[in-house]
T-cell receptor
Framework: DVKVTQSSRYLVKRTGEKVFLECVQDMDHENMFWYRQDPGLGLRLIYFSYDVKMKEKGDIPEGYSVSREKKERFSLILESASTNQTSMYLC???????????FGDGTRLSIL | RKEVEQDPGPFNVPEGATVAFNCTYSNSASQSFFWYRQDCRKEPKLLMSVYSSGNEDGRFTAQLNRASQYISLLIRDSKLSDSATYLCVVNRRQLTFGSGTQLTVLP
C-alpha cells in the first residue's frame, strides 16, 4: 500500500513566521503535489514536482515555495505566514500523471 | 466557469436507496477520470477510476460520456457507511477536483 506521511496533523503558527510542512512517500513516486482545501472552494493545487529539484506552479502558488531535494520528500514553505493561509494542507503523490494520486492525512494549519 | 462542476448537494437518502451523482468538465483534452471519497476531516481516498466503457465495483457504477463531457457515479443499496463527500476528479497533467457532493445516508 502507498504511504504518504505528513509531518504534522495540527499546527498553530503566528503571522510572519516561516512555516515548513513536510511530506514523505514510500513508493518511489516521480510526482508529488501540495494542495490546500477550504470550505466551498474544494482542493486547489499549490505546487507540484515531477522530479528531484524540479517544480511547477499550480493554481495558487502565491505566498508559497517548495523544495524537493530527495525523491521521497516534498516540502511546502510558507515564507511569511498570513492569516489567509489558515487551511487544510494535503500532500499527494503518483507514479505517472495519468494515475490516481494518493494523499497524506493532511495538516490543519492555523495562523494566528 | 469552473473546470469541474458538481452539484454540491447535500443528498439525504434512506438506507437502501439508489443515488446518482453527476459531474461535468470543461476541458475536452482531459485524459483520465476518477471518483474520490472524502470523509469529514479526512483526506480524499480513491473510490474508483472511470473508464469510457463504464465500470462497476460492487454497488458502485461509474460512467463517462466524453462527447458530453459528463461523468456519473451511481450507488445502489446505500449503506450508512457511504455517508461522505464524493469528489469528481479530472486529469490532464494534474488533477482538477470538483468541489464535491455531500451524501448522508439516513437510518
Amino acid at each position: 500500500d502507498v504511504k504518504v506521511t505528513q509531518s504534522s496533523r495540527y499546527l498553530v503558527k503566528r503571522t510572519g513566521e516561516k512555516v515548513f510542512l513536510e511530506c514523505v512517500q514510500d513508493m518511489d513516486h516521480e510526482n508529488m503535489f501540495w494542495y490546500r482545501q477550504d470550505p466551498g472552494l474544494g482542493l486547489r493545487l499549490i505546487y507540484f514536482s515531477y522530479d528531484v529539484k524540479m517544480k511547477e506552479k499550480g493554481d495558487i502558488p502565491e505566498g508559497y515555495s517548495v523544495s524537493r531535494e530527495k525523491k521521497e520528500r516534498f516540502s511546502l514553505i510558507l515564507e511569511s505566514a498570513s492569516t489567509n493561509q489558515t487551511s487544510m494542507y494535503l500532500c499527494a503523490s503518483n507514479g505517472q500523471f495519468n494515475q490516481p494520486q494518493h494523499f497524506g492525512d493532511g495538516t490543519r494549519l492555523s495562523i494566528l | 466557469r469552473k473546470e469541474v462542476e458538481q452539484d454540491p448537494g447535500p443528498f439525504n437518502v434512506p438506507e437502501g436507496a439508489t443515488v446518482a451523482f453527476n459531474c461535468t468538465y470543461s476541458n475536452s483534452a482531459s485524459q483520465s477520470f476518477f471518483w474520490y471519497r472524502q470523509d469529514c476531516r479526512k483526506e480524499p481516498k480513491l473510490l474508483m477510476s472511470v473508464y469510457s466503457s463504464g465500470n462497476e465495483d460492487g454497488r458502485f457504477t461509474a460512467q463517462l460520456n466524453r462527447a458530453s463531457q459528463y461523468i456519473s457515479l451511481l450507488i445502489r443499496d446505500s449503506k450508512l457507511s457511504d455517508s461522505a463527500t464524493y469528489l469528481c476528479v479530472v486529469n490532464r497533467r494534474q488533477l482538477t477536483f470538483g468541489s464535491g457532493t455531500q451524501l448522508t445516508v439516513l437510518p
